[in-house]
């Protein structure tokens, strides 16, 4: 997919040599043709054909080199090619550009090419046929498409980052004002991607181009730094390595010595991270040390570390608990030479291979003895979690939102009780965890231990933390989880639970509605679902617009539908299929409300969760009259019935309220608000939150005014009382509280209602 050429001839000045266009692509398929020697010649004549048909599809289109535009997709096939992908990944990545600007159909690379290439080249199409409100949904939703196709098949993001990786090496072509918007996608998106799957050389490759891009004049200066610094040090480079390879001579193994430099962006990002100058970065420089087998590499450490001194703290063993992306190696900074700091990377041919291959060591090897077993089950675990992310989350900003946070993995390494070793990213908590293991665990947990230890739900964990996670069978994922959780999965784990719950409880409460308001027109009960009544449904869906009856109820619940009104159209349509009214039902229901709640009341304990909310304006309490209201899309809030905000409403939209009433047992506490004046002094805040903890009140907030320091402060607390009973408890042991003048429940008033909501 390409961001870097012209859409037709026509709209490009530049005059066209057909002779000269023929002559560059044929150049450019040649060098092609000569990397695909290891598919048989019906393998070659396939890709030859799809080359064909990509060449005539983008005839008389230029890039802005003024190349022609068929060149880009040999480039990138000529990519896919040294990783050594099949003939059908080939032709995809040539024709990957032909549904998105030729007008070529997915119907028309099935017929010519079959389904697999088609599937391949739809799922690297952008979606820009369909229509967004916004460039940012328009991109949400296009990765979402692409990242899906790549999960269930990850050729589709080898040639997406082959496109991207040649679009970056000819950004320079492209007018400046495009260059940012380009590298910062390239930056966020398609280089933690290839990092994701081990793709180390592309990402180190799209990191460079994006920095150049992005700030090319930092990119200069450091270029030539290290240029310079290259010049100077190049003698004890040298020496080192001569040494190295003299005690490894000594020592009989064979083995393979490659320097190796950062890249300048890694240089870029340890000055601005730690405020470093380029002097002060002294680990530029390093070798990678490719030995024949695992233990040659611990005994090679051994040795280097006979040789030079190693920088405490600074050694990583990765072959014992390989990185999430497969990588294997040891890697151990050494004080080389002038106090120069080398680092060495040491690791077996198999390992080097997937350290820079990645995901793609899987076509550029078959064979078992290289272990890319390892990373495939790496890359798999994380393709998965993306179908497991999108079956739990449909919109596509909010899908991608998961997504980006597990493409920045920095990892952790703890253990379970059983001393398994698990991965997470960086600032992973206890949460992160209990979801990891499974989703039925992070749904139920309730605590945890780190090291023996009971900590917060939030705790971060940290390298070597062994966690014990406590689970409840009754317990519930809690919405304020989403405020520290860091992975995706468990992030996408509990927006689906609560979501689920939230519709489910809709659905329970909007029966209750429309049962409390049918009996009110003379029904005992709701007709069921039996075959006698659907066609009744039926005909109530089609006046509603509902799909089907459990969208109606919710509708009901959250406001978007009133109860009255549907119960009037049901029981219409059951009076005229025959069904008789009850006279006195209808008579107790509508005129002795106001004496006795009906029979049909909703009845709260507490344990209503999300479908139904308690105003924080008056903050009813078991024990207080209370009316509900039914909010527009709003869900049922539930007030004292002499709140000033109640009377307001009442004013304008009476149809909206309901009865309801509280449970004999509520099954939790309930927040209210009191004020307590009290008399300055030391120790008066201490005094009163003794007496709250002694009357068996939790405090939830306190808010102490911004007022100076006067004789008398009021001190405003919302703290969690059963009912009214507990509640003249707790009032009466404050005011028996020395230094308190008074203490009273906070009711809301015209001028308090911004204040108290």
């Known amino acids: 997919m390409s961001d870097t050429h012209f859409p037709s001839a026509a709209g490009s000045k530049r005059a066209l040599d057909p002779t000269a266009t023929a002559h560059a692509a044929a150049a450019s398929f040649a060098a092609l043709t000569a990397k695909l020697d290891y598919l048989d010649a019906a393998d070659v004549e396939s890709v030859r054909q799809a080359y064909r048909f990509a060449d005539e599809a983008h005839l008389g289109q230029l890039r802005n080199n003024g190349e022609p535009y068929i060149t880009h997709p040999i480039a990138v096939?000529?990519?896919c090619a040294t990783w050594k992908l099949d003939a059908q990944a080939l032709m995809a990545a040539l024709l990957h550009d032909s549904i998105e600007d030729c007008g070529v159909t997915k119907a028309d690379l099935i017929?010519?090419?079959g389904a697999p290439v088609a599937e391949l080249v739809d799922g690297l199409t952008k979606l820009e046929k369909l229509q967004f409100t916004t460039r940012e949904e328009n991109q949400a939703e296009s990765f979402r498409k692409m990242l899906l196709a790549m999960a269930r098949d990850v050729r589709v993001i080898l040639i997406k980052l082959a496109d991207r990786s040649h679009n970056m090496r000819t950004l320079s072509d492209m007018p400046r004002d495009k260059w940012r918007r380009i590298s910062s996608e390239t930056l966020d998106i398609y280089a933690p991607i290839a990092h994701r799957l081990g793709l180390n050389q592309t990402y180190r490759e799209l990191q460079d181009l994006a920095f150049r891009h992005l700030q090319p004049w930092r990119y200069e200066i450091l270029s030539k730094a290290v240029a310079k610094a290259r010049n100077r040090r190049r003698d004890l480079i040298q020496d080192v390595q001569t040494q190295v390879e003299a005690s490894f001579t000594s020592l009989g193994m064979p083995v393979q010595i490659i320097g190796r430099e950062k890249t300048l962006y890694s240089i870029y990002k340890k000055m601005d991270g730690k405020r470093l100058s380029f002097a002060q970065v002294t680990d530029i420089y390093g070798f990678r040390v490719v030995v024949p087998s695992t233990i040659d590499c611990y005994t090679a450490m051994g040795l280097m570390h006979q040789m030079y001194k190693p920088?405490?703290?600074?050694?990583?063993?990765?072959?014992?608990i390989p990185k999430l992306n497969g990588y294997?190696?040891?890697?151990?900074?050494?004080?080389?030479?002038?106090?120069?700091?080398?680092?060495?990377?040491?690791?077996?041919?198999?390992m080097d291979v997937i350290a820079e291959s990645g995901v793609a060591a899987h076509w550029l090897y078959k064979t078992n003895d290289l272990g890319s077993q390892a990373t495939d089950r790496m890359s798999t675990k994380w393709l998965q979690s993306l179908l497991d992310i999108h079956d739990e989350t449909r919109d596509a900003a909010e899908f991608w939102d998961h997504v980006k946070i597990d493409l920045f993995p920095d990892d952790v390494y703890v253990f379970t009780p059983k001393n398994k070793i698990m991965a997470m990213p960086r600032g992973a908590t206890v949460v992160d965890f209990a979801y990891a293991i499974h989703s039925n665990v992070g749904d139920h947990t309730i605590g945890a231990k780190v090291n023996g230890h009971q900590v917060p739900?939030?705790?971060?964990?940290?390298?070597g933390d062994i966690v014990e996670v406590i689970t409840l069978p009754a317990s519930n994922p809690n919405p304020g989880w989403l405020g520290f959780v860091r992975t995706g999965r468990a992030r996408s784990k509990i927006r689906h639970y609560l979501k689920t719950m939230a519709q489910t409880e809709s659905v329970d409460l909007g029966e209750k509605l429309l049962s409390q308001a049918i009996r009110a027109e003379g029904l005992q009960q709701l007709p069921d679902v039996s075959p006698n009544y659907l066609p009744i449904w039926d005909k109530l869906l089609r006046f509603t617009g509902n799909r089907d009856r459990a969208e109606l109820m919710a509708d009901i619940a959250l406001g978007k539908r009133i109860a009255s009104i549907v119960a009037k159209r049901l029981v219409h349509l059951l009076t005229d299929s025959g069904e008789k009214l009850d006279a006195l039902l209808i008579t107790r229901e509508r005129y002795f409300t106001h004496e006795k709640i009906s029979q049909?009341?909703?009845?709260?304990?507490?344990?209503e969760n999300a479908s139904v909310?308690?105003?924080s304006c008056c903050r009813p309490i078991p024990g207080d009259s209370i009316l509900g209201y039914l909010g527009r899309g709003e869900g049922l809030t539930i007030h004292v019935s002499d709140c000033i905000l109640v009377k307001r409403l009442q004013n304008k939209d009476a149809e909206r309220f309901i009865a309801v009433e509280w449970s004999d047992e509520p099954i939790r506490s309930f927040e209210v608000g009191v004020i307590v004046t009290v008399v300055n002094g030391k120790g008066v805040l201490a005094k009163v939150a003794v007496s709250l903890a002694s009357s068996e009140a939790d405090i939830s907030h306190l808010d102490m005014g911004n007022d100076h320091a006067q004789d008398a402060t009021d001190l405003r607390f919302i703290i969690e009382v059963r009912d009214r009973a507990h509640l003249d408890t707790v009032l009466k042991n404050l005011r028996r509280t020395s230094s308190v003048l008074s203490a009273e429940r906070i009711y809301p008033?015209?001028?308090?209602?911004?204040l108290e909501s």
Do not use: C, M
């Open 77 to 79: 096939t000529a990519q």
């Open 111 to 113: 017929e010519r090419f």
């Open 311 to 320: 920088v405490p703290g600074k050694f990583k063993d990765y072959i014992a």
């Open 328 to 350: 294997q190696s040891l890697h151990t900074i050494l004080v080389g030479p002038a106090s120069v700091n080398v680092e060495f990377q040491i690791r077996t041919h198999a």
């Open 457 to 463: 739900l939030r705790t971060e964990l940290k390298n």
């Open 600 to 607: 049909g009341a909703i009845i709260l304990d507490g344990s």
């Open 613 to 615: 909310q308690y105003a």
């Open 749 to 754: 008033t015209i001028s308090g209602l911004a």
